[in-house]
């Protein structure tokens, strides 16, 4: 027994100094496959590999790009498409896919940057829109300006653009659409004795007091959300609001359209229409479950719709209710959708960017295909196939991806602004006093204004 | 009579103990039902298992490569706890057997970096890993492990009840140092092993953030961090998201079960006789 202990230590110390032994084998790049106890020999090459190809991107003429992005069902699926239609013309070429959710590129991000090692980013990044200028302004040194590199911007809606522009150069390439939408449930509407049409072209004055209706006759309130975020970006925006002035100064004191949003969303919150949910999966659940006769948010939120497999043919959508009193308000706003990114790191940029001319800037069957997922185009021309037409059962045959693409066309630009985030937390705050503590609009503005301007200054 | 009696006694303690029981078994029995259930249904509150365990399974599968990642979750874990073990076991020894002047001041000062969080040193660390290119790789993720002062100062502590006049009769029969630790402490300390395995390998399976940071690679990639992409998504498949959970909740229960006595003992410093 003893020995048999004696033995297996030192054993473990053999194989200890053949692990240290790997580990140097692999600065060479020479990898026998002795790795024990240690390393197979399949993680040793793919980590020796690694870092060779995140090091130096697509070096000595190869054509292999590496990427971070996230969610194989959507970003991933497109990706891959645009890979095979790319290798028609290009059969050298590759994408290194490494599955990297949003949360850890900006870990990875920031580590880079304060350590400055910077040849561990791949050639290609992912960005959630609402992050990405404030990407671009806190880490320069990752992104690489792509405004010279002849692609071309002009094909895509100025909104969608507009969150990868910064100073007036181009760090992204658009890709999907966050293109707002409004879902109802069209069973519950009859209950109510509403049709969709009663929710279209709107003022949300008009939908609270339809929204009482349903409430009291069926017991549903309309909407949910994670407390007041993504619903009060989503109507911020569909006026052309902003948190910030033109300057980039906080404007939340005196601002009209905030100030409106502020007071809608408080009564849809006190009326019992509007319900906040602490979970991303009580929010999903309540859609799924029919506690909830509606949903509002980005069009991508019909992939959460769908997963109900029994409510299919009772949603319907159409466009937001627009604010009441504001010059610039429409029935039109986006949330959510993203860009890809070319880095620093990637030594051929060129090729990354006619990767992206040919596929995502310029390619009919790409869109075509990935739009089954729920991927709709914020390319302009993808708008004209006839897919787009086509009728989609689970939304009682309506042809939604037309209908998002013409909304698209009406999202008015808006200025996102670095401290975006910031702000959009600090209002929600602001909001959460006034419903739960009796606060007043304009004390908690204040107060969430002076915290912006805080954090500002100490970023 | 008497048994009744005593059962009667017993039976408000054990009802106490029950209804503690309920709650911390209940978030794993929330996770084993939720995997074998539709993602809408998970949602939906349920709490009855379901009949969609095999197609969970199949959607996991084949949306994600969970063989590397959990080869790799366990290939780390059982290298660093056994490294780890070795090298902590062989530093308490040496602080409590040895006598040195400066032992004490070390082994304050090595108690002082437990002070120090994580997040303080994990910038500098990461530079240094890029520079030795230990990034993506299996040394990479042990070695900050490696030497662990909670596990030292375990050793330590159980140390004491190690008889000393055996290693003295020891060293008059002519017994080495090294032949004194490996044939005489390591098979006395067993349970303190077996309280440090558990705790090192737990936490080497959970190991989250620093693999996050050195990991950028599907190849090296752990299953916590496979897991915790699983979120990422527009569409967030419940069932599936559950039933991997459960898959990396499993080896740490089996290590805990399997080690469980020798954990409590080790825990108490108990020396086996």
């Given amino acids: ?459 | 009579m008497s048994r009744n009696k005593k059962l009667l006694r017993r039976l408000p303690k054990n009802i106490v103990l029950m209804v503690i029981s309920l709650f911390c078994v209940f978030p794993l029995f929330w996770v084993v039902v939720a995997a074998t259930n539709k993602s809408v249904d998970v949602l939906r509150g349920t709490l009855i298992p379901g009949t969609n365990l095999a197609e969970n399974w199949k959607t996991l599968v084949s949306t994600y490569n969970i063989w590397p990642a959990l080869t790799n979750s366990v290939k780390y874990s059982v290298v660093t706890t056994f490294v780890s073990l070795v090298v902590s076991s062989i530093a308490g020894y040496g602080f409590e057997v040895y006598h040195d002047r400066g032992k004490d001041s070390v082994f304050k000062v090595l108690m002082l970096t437990m002070m120090v969080p994580f997040t303080a040193t994990m910038i500098p660390l990461y530079q240094m890993y890029a520079g030795m290119h230990l990034l993506d790789t299996t040394v990479g993720f042990i070695l900050p492990e490696v030497s662990a002062v909670f596990l030292i100062m375990l050793f330590r502590q159980n140390s004491r009840a190690f008889p000393k006049e055996i290693i003295e009769a020891a060293r008059i029969d002519g017994e080495s140092e090294l032949g004194i630790f490996f044939k005489m402490y390591v098979p006395t300390m067993k349970p303190t092993y077996a309280a440090g395995m558990t705790i090192t390998f737990m936490n080497a399976w959970n190991n989250f953030m620093w693999a996050k940071l050195i990991m950028s690679n599907d190849a090296t990639q752990t299953f916590p961090m496979l897991i915790s992409n699983m979120t990422a998504g527009h569409y967030t498949d419940y069932g599936e998201l559950m039933l991997a959970v459960l898959i990396s909740t499993l080896p740490t229960v089996i290590v805990f079960f399997a080690l469980q006595k020798s954990f409590v003992q080790g825990m108490t410093g108990a020396v086996k006789g």
């Fill in chain 1, 1 to 459: 027994m003893k020995k048999r202990m004696t033995t297996l230590i030192l054993s473990g110390i053999l194989s200890l100094a053949m692990l240290a032994g790997c580990g140097n084998a692999q600065d060479g790049g020479s990898t026998s496959g002795q790795g024990s106890a240690g390393s197979s020999p399949q993680e040793a090459a793919g980590s020796a590999d690694s870092q060779e190809t995140a090091g130096t991107g697509a070096s000595e003429g190869s054509e292999t790009l590496t990427v971070w992005c996230w969610d194989p069902a959507y970003n991933i699926n497109a990706l891959k498409i645009a890979e095979s239609i790319y290798q028609k013309d290009h059969p050298d070429f590759r994408l290194e896919i490494i599955e990297t959710n949003g949360e850890e590129i900006n870990t990875k991000m920031a580590t880079a940057t304060t350590s400055g090692v910077f040849d561990v980013l791949p050639d290609i990044l992912l960005f959630d829109d609402s992050g990405f200028q404030s990407s671009v302004t806190s880490y320069p040194e990752v992104f690489a300006d792509l405004t010279d590199y002849g692609f071309n911007y002009e094909e895509f809606s100025p909104g969608k653009v507009g969150f990868s522009t910064v100073d007036g150069r181009h760090y992204g390439i658009p890709f999907d659409s966050g293109t707002a939408i409004a879902c109802y449930r069209k069973d519950i509407l009859e209950q109510a004795g509403y049709t969709i049409a009663d929710f279209t072209d709107i003022t949300w004055n008009e939908w609270m007091e339809k929204a009482k209706v349903v409430l009291e006759k069926t017991g549903c309130p309309l909407l949910n959300g994670l407390s007041s975020y993504n619903q009060m970006t989503i109507m911020m925006q569909s006026a052309g609001g902003s948190f910030f002035d033109k300057d980039g100064n906080p404007n939340l004191v005196d601002n009209e359209i905030l100030r409106e949003v502020v007071e809608v969303y408080t009564e849809m919150v006190k009326e019992g229409v509007y319900t906040e949910e602490t979970g991303w999966d009580t929010y999903i659940g309540g859609m799924n479950t029919g506690r909830i006769a509606g949903a509002m948010n980005g069009c991508w939120i019909m992939a959460s719709l769908q997963a109900a497999e029994e409510q299919s043919g009772l949603w319907e959508i159409t466009n937001l209710p627009k604010l009441d009193g504001i010059a610039s308000a429409t029935n039109y706003a986006s949330q959510g959708g993203s860009s890809w990114a070319v880095t620093s790191q990637c030594s051929n940029p060129q090729l990354a960017v006619d990767f992206f001319k040919a596929t995502f800037g310029g390619s009919m069957e790409l869109y075509e295909q990935i739009l089954e997922t729920g991927a709709i185009s914020t390319w302009i021309p993808a708008a004209d196939s006839p897919k787009y037409e086509e009728p989609v059962a689970f939304f009682n045959n309506q042809p939604v991806f037309s209908l998002i693409t013409t909304y698209s066309a009406s999202v008015p630009e808006c200025y996102v602004g670095v401290y975006f985030r910031n702000a959009r937390s600090d209002v929600a705050n602001a909001i959460t006093n006034i419903i739960y503590s009796g606060g007043d609009i304009d004390s908690e503005l204040q107060a969430a204004q002076d915290t912006l301007i805080f954090e500002m200054e100490n970023k």
